[in-house]
């Protein structure tokens, strides 16, 4: 269970224990868990600042964000629903992401 609550860094993620690399695995859960075609929901938290929140938004321009504020007001988090094709698409949306400085992915 403490596993699954762990945040991870996506930017330069080294291969894991297994010597399998961090996306290669990730793929393969990715595809047996959704369906492809479909929505997939990207959620994310960052610091409760204006640039922050642009960045996020010029990777999805075009969709709906779901937002939350911390209850001292310093994070907030995004939900963003994205129709996508195959889990190789997620993965670029993550790596985009994880371009900006601060971001926490789930």
Do not use: R
């Not at 938004?57 to 939900?79: H, R, V, W």
């Not at 094709?85 to 400085?101: F, S, T």
Request: cysteine-free.
């Amino acid at each position: 269970m403490e596993d699954q609550n762990k945040i991870v860094n996506f930017q330069n993620i080294e291969d894991g224990l297994d010597g399998k690399d961090f996306y290669a695995t990730f793929k393969e859960k990715l595809e047996q868990v959704e369906s492809f075609p479909g929505k997939y929901s990207f959620k994310f938290i960052v610091k409760n600042e204006v640039n922050k929140l642009d960045e996020i938004k010029a990777i999805f321009p075009d969709e709906a964000m779901q937002t939350n504020e911390s209850k001292n007001g310093k994070y907030i988090s995004l939900t963003v629903a994205k129709d996508v094709n195959d889990a190789n698409e997620v993965i670029a949306y993550y790596k985009k992401a994880a371009a900006i400085e601060g971001i926490m992915m789930l």
